[in-house]
């Protein structure tokens, strides 16, 4: 069974940055693409960005693009999220998932982390 913990959440000013990791157990990670995914209360969760199996790849939602940079360092099992430019509407819990059919859309990923809180304060 693969695990996936997500860390490095927190509050932030808009306008500020932060990085998220998802460190994942197994030894099949390096094989299949990764993703992140965030959801606020009250709503569905939403595409972030997601990478391919070798970082060769990389995918972002509209509202994301030019702020956020998706990155995986295979040899420790971990990807990573830089934030940067928040905004209040960035604010929700993130969560990253692993081993997709289409990286676009969550009911297609096998494995999911707990996610980690992300506010931005205006």
């Known amino acids: 069974q693969v695990r996936q913990v997500e860390s490095g959440g927190g509050l932030v000013q808009a306008g500020g940055s932060l990085r998220l990791s998802c460190a994942a157990s197994?030894?099949?990670?390096?094989?299949?693409?990764m993703g992140w995914f965030r959801q606020a209360p009250g709503q569905e969760r939403e595409f972030v960005a997601a990478?391919?199996?070798?970082?060769?790849?990389?995918y972002y939602a509209d509202s994301v693009k030019g702020r956020f940079t998706i990155s995986r360092d295979n040899a420790k099992n971990t990807v990573y999220l830089q934030m940067s430019n928040l905004k209040p509407e960035d604010t929700a819990v993130y969560h990253c998932?692993?081993?997709?059919?289409?990286?676009?859309?969550?009911?297609?990923?096998?494995?999911w982390g707990q996610g980690t809180q992300v506010t931005v304060s205006s």
């Open positions: 998932a692993g081993n997709p059919g289409s990286v676009y859309s969550a009911t297609g990923y096998t494995y």
């Open positions: 990478i391919s199996w070798s970082g060769g790849s990389t």
């Open positions: 197994g030894r099949t990670f390096s094989t299949y693409a």
